[in-house]
T-cell receptor
Framework: DVKVTQSSRYLVKRTGEKVFLECVQD?????MFWYRQDPGLGLRLIYF???????EKGDIPEGYSVSREKKERFSLILESASTNQTSMYLC????????????FGDGTRLSIL | RKEVEQDPGPFNVPEGATVAFNCTYS??????FFWYRQDCRKEPKLLMS???SGNEDGRFTAQLNRASQYISLLIRDSKLSDSATYLC?????????FGSGTKLNVKP
């Protein structure tokens, strides 16, 4: 079974703080993704990475950056947290190639006060 | 127009009922199709991939209609434990598009 581990289930931070969300996978998957999920809006893609040191913007990258220094780890960074970044953050991975499903971590419920 | 559209429900059905969800997608070049289940405040979990010929896994049957650009999920003999939100996901190369989910409540 694929194991995708997110560093925190719940996190509370203050406006203006720099926030790091970590995601680690153990299946040597090429592709990793960060989403946020909000009621009524579904899952929205923030960034994804298809290889070490490679990254591509998703649909809502503003206010976020990412880092992929090792294949198994994909970090999401909130440069200066704001209240509108309060959300559920989900990391996902897939193998390379077509028709491979995504596997999700448990999610991080982040609150910015 | 959204890439993937689903009826949000909720679908309220009694135990033992058969229930079907549809999902439409806008990009005719889409390559891969999936149904995920998501419980309240949890992560989405893969329920099944959807293949062109249709496929079945126990009480669950998935169908793909490329001509009309929709996929469907049929659940037979509903159980209380089937209560969840069902997400339709459509993939095109390395990008995935999610429906907002259909909520199912199975009642005793």
């Amino acid at each position: 079974d694929v194991k995708v581990t997110q560093s925190s289930r719940y996190l509370v931070k203050r406006t203006g703080e720099k926030v790091f969300l970590e995601c680690v996978q153990d299946m040597d998957h090429e592709n990793m993704f960060w989403y946020r999920q909000d009621p009524g809006l579904g899952l929205r893609l923030i960034y994804f990475s298809y290889d070490v040191k490679m990254k591509e913007k998703g649909d809502i990258p503003e206010g976020y950056s990412v880092s992929r220094e090792k294949k198994e780890r994909f970090s999401l960074i909130l440069e200066s947290a704001s209240t509108n970044q309060t959300s559920m953050y989900l990391c996902a991975t897939t193998m390379g190639g077509e028709a491979q499903p995504q596997h999700f971590g448990d999610g991080t419920r982040l609150s910015i006060l | 127009r959204k890439e993937v559209e689903q009826d949000p429900g909720p679908f309220n059905v009694p135990e033992g009922a058969t229930v079907a969800f549809n999902c439409t997608y806008s990009n005719s070049a889409s390559q891969s199709f999936f149904w995920y289940r998501q419980d309240c405040r949890k992560e989405p979990k893969l329920l099944m991939s959807v293949y062109s010929s249709g496929n079945e896994d126990g009480r669950f049957t998935a169908q793909l209609n490329r001509a009309s650009q929709y996929i469907s999920l049929l659940i037979r003999d509903s159980k209380l434990s089937d209560s969840a939100t069902y997400l339709c996901v459509v993939g095109n190369f390395n990008k995935f598009y999610f429906g907002s989910g259909t909520k199912l409540n199975v009642k005793p």
